[in-house]
């Protein structure tokens, strides 16, 4: 099982704290650093205000040197495709290939009444997001040569006989789907994804989810081995129960519900939900850690979690 670091910056965090963590995830060999997508806090005063995130990851590309970088999720609403295939090029450029781009049909209706951003019915709302995974797809397969170009002729997007430059590093860099959608979310998946996500979801969700994906896969003609399959769960371990009741009421949470739901106990609990996890299918965890200011946190994973799974 590969543990990767995952954010929420717009509760409040700047560069230098995400920077921070970033590097103690890089040095303790976490797999990658991840952030959020989001210009509102979800509960809280989210300072000092939300920060965007390619931007984020263009800076982090240059200030570490192996951890790989991506957004959980992007939503598609934010950008237009064409722009966003060039934002994510440029920032696995500049990182050396290390950038992945999980990207949603967005949902949180309050951050785009906020900051001026349309937010369309569900129904447009994927239908703009498939459009988006065909185009930005489409642009980096597009030959570098010059020897071809890429066209979409969509309902909501055009592109006409673009040369689809630039170029990733990556022939692709990889990319996320998640959600618990029972037909469309698993079409995307078979059709665009690297790598299926489920964020804060329980195992019996778990299971269901990722046979829908695969037999999804195999109705699309495509190996569902093909896909990696990942669970996103909230973080809060500790060596001991007084360390535990501290940590969950630094993110203001309660221990027992964090149990249930998350991915919280002592080093032997979490370890043997990892387990179970595994069995299911998942190959990466993504841990959710909302206290940015504890690296400890993430030594303790390190040292007594990453090696027993």
Known sequence: MELRVFTEPQQGATYDDLLAVAREAESLGF???????????????????????????????????????????????FRHPGPLAISVANV???????????????????????YGIPFPATGERFDRFEEQLA??????????????????????????????????TQAKPPVLIGGVGKKRTPALA????????????????????????RAACESAGRAPEDLVYSNALVLCVGAD?????????????????????????????VVDKIGRFAALGSERLYLQVLDLADLDHLRLVAADVMPRV
């Open 135 to 168: 185009i930005i797809t489409g642009l980096w397969a597009t030959p570098a040569d010059g020897s071809g170009s890429f066209s979409h002729d969509g309902r909501y997007y055009q592109v006409t006989d673009s040369p689809g430059l630039p170029k990733p």
């Open 190 to 213: 078979a059709a665009y994804a690297d790598e299926f996500n489920l964020p804060f979801v329980d195992e019996e969700t778990t299971k269901a989810q990722f046979a829908r994906v």
């Open 92 to 114: 696995d450029q500049m990182s050396g290939g290390r950038v992945e781009l999980g990207i949603g049909a967005g949902w949180f209706e309050a951050e785009h009444d906020k």
């Open 241 to 269: 129960e007084a360390e535990l009741e501290r940590r969950a009421a630094a993110i203001g949470r309660e221990l027992g519900e964090l149990r249930e739901n998350g991915l919280a106990g002592t080093p032997e609990e």
């Open 31 to 77: 797999g990658a650093f991840f952030r959020s997508d989001h210009y509102l806090a979800m509960g809280g005063d989210g300072l000092p205000g939300p920060s965007d995130a390619w931007v984020t990851l263009a800076g982090l590309a240059r200030d570490t040197s192996t951890i790989r970088l991506g957004t959980m999720m992007t939503s598609a609403t």
